[in-house]
């Protein structure tokens, strides 16, 4: 069973990327915690939230991931579990953001290997590291970041 601190976390790194999205015009479509998985890979995971952005168009109004036809997430959220580092990779998910105790690892895909990132391939630009143990250690609210994204000089 998922304990409180767990859930609230997974809410709010889940609502900073739908106020990112929003505010800075983007859609998406967002699967949540669907099952990922691939029939060669005998196993799925579960992420604790998904994206689709750069794909959202071919995504809209799917009630089945199907990943033998869908292509992957383009990002996926995940709690402190890096041994499902390698499922992800397997998948092909393009950005892997994996948090625990407050602190947020960003993964980007390159030549089939995740590579820890600095900033967010999605989100370029963005301080996303710097923003989330904010967020997480509740020392800005969503309504604060909101208007912290609206005060940027953003493209």
């Known amino acids: 069973m998922p304990l409180p601190k767990y859930e609230r976390e997974k809410s709010l790194l889940g609502d900073l990327v ?3 999205l929003e505010e800075l015009g983007m859609d998406c479509e967002c699967f ?3 099952t ?3 029939q060669e890979m005998n196993f799925g995971i579960e992420p604790d939230q998904c994206f689709y ?3 959202h168009h071919t995504m ?3 009630n089945r991931l199907n990943l033998a036809i869908d292509p992957p997430p383009d990002l996926a959220i995940e709690g402190d579990v890096t041994s499902q580092t390698e499922a992800y990779t397997r998948l092909g998910v393009p950005e892997l953001w994996v948090y625990g ?5 960003i993964y980007v895909l390159q030549s089939g290997q995740y590579q820890r990132s600095e900033g967010s391939a999605i989100f370029p630009n963005l301080p996303i590291l710097v923003w989330v143990p904010e967020l997480l250690n509740q ?3 969503l309504r604060s970041f909101r208007q912290k994204i609206r005060s940027l000089p953003l493209p």
């Open 53 to 55: 952005i750069q794909n």
């Open 60 to 62: 809209i109004g799917n």
């Open 18 to 20: 739908k106020i990112l």
């Open 139 to 141: 020392s800005i609210t």
């Open 32 to 34: 949540g915690s669907t």
């Open 101 to 105: 105790e407050a602190e947020l690892t």
């Open 36 to 38: 990922c998985k691939r």
